[in-house]
């Protein structure tokens, strides 16, 4: 399963001033789960709008099955199911209309299975979008972008201000795409617990630029926080190589780095430091580690 | 089937879930011939990958724990694996060595301690024995 679904080359856009984009590569394979992490005007949403065709690539190049989005967005956007971050619906229908006006676009409408959507959603069919709660509209959104069984599954911001209950109903949506073969979900998040629960890859974006873009498990292998003691208190953080933030001070520093964890030992041992404890930092840490001010020394 | 996941402490969620199929195995909440839940199922419930899951049935059976018939499921082995032998063993020997730790703070010399456990089960059979 080489086959790349996405392809985004050295993507980069400007608003006026702003770099929103900063040569952006990445590629997403099919059948696999990517989580997008970064804060709040990242260039998450920015990103996502190019792969919808949305945005026209100005610098680089990007690929969707193999399509321009913008060239070709009937054989791209008929087969994926987007998930808007600020649910864009037509206020003025009602559910049953949604669903209705939305089928005409898509000639793989399931019926049957948006009905079975809408009755596990709770959704009245003669209910205003307009009169809907904030959860039971992204649950509205979720069905019309599930229920012509996407090729792949683009959510932005799926979770954000929602209940548990609804972002169960969300990672649930996402887990039963994926599980079925060949399926290929894309999602952003600034929540990286859901992330981790639930992403084979990660790509993480810090004010336009890709900081980091691996399978989750290799991620979590390269990373380690590790607890260093010193028989003599320290003035400073002590400074490895691959350190990414230190914290701590006068005899015991805690670090989270990058790297190899034999080379790690070896090179603390180097400068007198004893490691008195050794794991694996949360997904949520390696990203404040590398988005933060890179080392408070 | 109770499993609880934690993305704290650094344990892959995979193996997390092989261990405690594993346990629930050897201490026999889980007997051989038992059907696990489907991929997707568990996936759902823990709210996870389902690559995850996969790889943690993989796991198991790769180890003699889970057999996968063909289109039917995935279950519990028969016949008792020699792991799950093994993982009782080592479930056991946590408790002992909680308990030996134990005696020793509290000055109870292992002779002492033996005694005592052939006491108690004495003890406990004849209850058991009553009712």
């Known amino acids: 399963m080489s086959e790349n679904v996405i392809e985004v080359r050295n993507l980069s856009r400007n608003f006026g001033d702003t770099r929103a984009l900063d040569d952006v590569t990445l590629d997403v394979s099919r059948g696999i789960v990517f989580g997008l992490v970064g804060e709040n005007g990242a260039g998450k949403t920015t990103l996502i709008k190019h792969l919808l065709g949305l945005f026209r690539a100005k610098s680089g190049s990007v690929r969707v ?8 967005p009937v054989g791209v956007l008929g087969r994926i199911g987007y998930l808007s971050e600020e649910r864009d619906l037509p206020d003025w229908m009602r559910v049953q209309e949604l669903m209705n006006y939305t089928e005409a676009f898509y000639p793989k409408w399931d019926e049957g299975f948006a009905e079975e959507l809408r009755k596990m959603f709770e959704l009245a069919p003669k209910e205003k979008i307009k009169n809907l709660s904030r959860g039971k509209r992204a649950q509205a959104g979720l069905m019309i972008a599930l229920a012509h069984r996407p090729d792949l599954l683009l959510l932005d911001e799926p979770s954000s201000g929602l209940d548990p209950v609804v972002r169960q109903d969300i990672l649930g949506a996402i887990i039963r795409t994926v599980a079925d073969e060949g399926r290929t979900v894309f999602f952003s998040s600034h929540l990286l617990d859901e992330v981790e629960r639930v992403a084979d890859h990660v790509a993480m974006i810090h004010e ?19 607890v260093l003691q010193f028989d003599e208190p320290r003035p400073a953080a002590p400074d490895l ?57 | 089937m109770r499993i609880r996941i934690s993305l704290q402490g650094g344990v892959p969620v995979y193996l997390q879930i092989a261990n405690q199929i594993k346990y629930l195995a050897a201490s026999r909440r889980f007997l051989p011939g038992d059907q696990l839940p489907s991929v997707r199922k568990l996936a759902e419930e823990l709210v996870i990958n389902p690559n995850t899951v996969a790889r943690a049935y993989r796991e198991l059976e790769n180890e003699g724990v889970l057999v996968t018939r063909r289109g039917a499921g995935v279950y519990v082995s028969e016949g008792g694996s020699p792991l799950a032998k093994k993982e009782r063993r080592r479930i056991l ?3 002992i060595d909680m308990l030996l730790t134990e005696a ?28």
């Open chain 1, 241 to 297: 190589p691959g350190v990414l933030r230190a914290t701590g001070e006068g005899r015991e520093w805690t670090l989270l780095c990058e790297g190899n964890a034999g080379d790690i030992k070896k090179a603390a041992e180097g400068i007198g430091g004893r490691i008195i404890e050794d794991s694996i930092p949360s997904l949520e840490e390696i990203f404040v580690s590398r988005v933060k001010s890179r080392k408070h020394i």
């Open chain 1, 208 to 226: 336009g630029r890709m900081v980091l873009c691996a399978a989750l498990e290799k991620i979590k292998e390269n990373h380690r926080t590790i």
């Open chain 2, 104 to 131: 020793g703070h509290l000055n109870v010399n292992l002779e002492d301690l033996m005694d005592l456990i052939g006491e108690r089960n004495k003890i406990l059979k004849e209850k058991e024995k009553k009712s």
């Open chain 2, 93 to 95: 020997s946590e408790r």
């Open chain 1, 65 to 72: 099955f193999g399509l321009d989005p913008v060239k070709d």
